[in-house]
């Protein structure tokens, strides 16, 4: 029994006794010989419960434990075994996937390294190693004697040279290819706003914008995809069409708008050339 029981118990007690003494209105020492007694038989049953209750509170766990059923017996012995088999299992193939690594490291990795080290051994050593290895080819010229040592040997090497006709030969340098003017684009000015030919085009561009500007129906495409190329789409890899029905119009370049019947506001989809 743990200390907060031992004094809530006591608690209980001497508030009962008091609230007895209270109620048939005893005298001092009528109290006094109750408390006592009251105290008193507090200890014995605490002494009870102590010692004896929990001593019997055992033995009664130890029969419990002793006349536990065979079929929780062997079905603990059966979880075991089972855990042990599993565990034997789970040994087995880490055993046979550390071998199959080590044969392929045996088999594989160690005679690939050492293949690599030994060529890289190998390009180190013709590093190291003569500039030339083998026999020179002759290029022209006269044959020289070479017991015969002469004076100015730097000179007669040079009266002896005789290099090939495209060495010789004096380099012409290509024509500069003519430089093209780069096309400057001016556009025309902007109508105003409720201008009677005019027609607002809206140009949707392939990441979701648009952009508005206004045209004259004497204007030609060529002016829209102009304004479709300051805005940043090049016309060698974009062009114009219409959503329905759908026609390109970089085959009608030429054309006006209202030749094409665009009033008031149209809109124009850009898009990728076909390659």
């Known amino acids: 029994m743990n200390t907060d029981s031992r004094n809530g118990i006591v608690i209980f007690v001497l508030c009962g006794t008091v609230a007895g003494l209270l109620f048939y209105n005893a005298d001092g020492r009528s109290m006094v010989k109750l408390i006592v007694k009251a105290l008193l038989f507090l200890g014995f049953l605490t002494f009870i419960m102590q010692y004896v209750g929990v001593r019997v ?4 766990k130890r ?5 536990k059923s065979p079929k929780d017996t062997y079905d603990s012995v059966r979880e075991r075994h089972l855990q042990s088999k599993q565990q034997e299992a789970v040994n ?7 071998e199959k690594a080590s044969s392929y490291k045996e088999r594989i990795l160690i005679p690939r390294e050492d293949a690599r080290n030994k060529k890289k051994e190998e390009e180190h050593q013709r590093f190291l190693g003569p500039a030339w290895k083998g026999k020179g080819d002759k ?3 006269e044959e020289i004697d070479q017991g015969v040592k002469s004076v100015g040997s730097s000179k007669d090497a040079v009266k002896h040279r005789k290099l090939p006709e495209v ?3 004096p380099i012409v340098k290509p024509e500069p290819k003519p430089v093209i003017p780069k096309k400057v684009i001016v556009l025309p000015d ?12 809206s140009l949707r561009t392939p990441l979701g914008g648009v952009k508005h500007r206004r045209f004259l129906q004497s204007h030609t495409v ?3 995809l102009d304004f479709m190329t300051t805005i940043g789409h090049s016309q060698m890899m974009y062009t114009l069409a219409t959503s329905y029905p759908r026609r390109v119009l970089s085959d009608s370049s030429n054309q006006t708008l209202s030749q094409l019947d665009f009033r008031g506001r149209v809109t124009l989809n850009i898009e990728e050339r076909e390659k």
């Open 92 to 98: 087995k193939i880490q055993d046979q996937h550390d």
């Open 63 to 67: 029969w419990r434990t002793s006349n």
């Open 190 to 201: 902007e109508p105003a706003e409720g201008t009677a030919d005019s027609v607002t085009v």
């Open 222 to 224: 060529q002016t829209v």
């Open 57 to 60: 509170i055992r033995r009664i």
């Open 167 to 169: 060495v010789t030969r």
């Open 139 to 141: 290029l022209g010229g």
